[in-house]
């Protein structure tokens, strides 16, 4: 009952853009921070960005700053990924997150995660 759903991802050329979105169902996730992951084909799993419940705390890993920008609504219960310039290195299955706290989102386990979205990135 209670589950993050993500939507958005697809094909894109490089440099294009594209825009995720998870939506949270079967309560309300306001007071959690909410983040987003991606796993590229025989890869571990990496963080991609978090943002605090609030909105105040934003961390990006290094390789997505400038290019990806997280937001969300709390009043829809979603969080997006807006991601630009878009490089073959970001292709992945992207997944979100949500956790009651928002530090160490990156190494911890997290409480709830959705079921993917793939991106693939390619001329």
């Known amino acids: 009952q209670v589950r993050l759903v993500e939507s958005g991802g697809g094909l894109v050329q490089p440099g294009g853009s594209l825009r995720l979105s998870c939506v949270a169902s079967g309560r309300t996730f306001s007071t959690y921070a909410k983040g987003w992951f991606r796993q590229a084909p025989g890869k571990e799993r990496e963080f991609v960005a978090v943002i605090s419940w609030n909105g105040g705390q934003i961390y990006y890993t290094d390789s997505v700053k400038g290019r990806f920008t997280i937001t969300r609504d709390n009043a829809k219960n979603t969080v997006d990924l807006q991601m630009s310039s878009l490089k073959p290195e970001d292709t992945a299955v992207y997944y979100c997150?949500?956790?009651?706290?928002?530090?160490?989102?990156?190494?911890?386990?997290?409480?709830?995660w959705g079921q993917g979205t793939l991106v693939t990135v390619s001329s």
């Open positions: 997150a949500a956790d009651a706290a928002v530090i160490d989102f990156a190494g911890r386990d997290l409480e709830l």
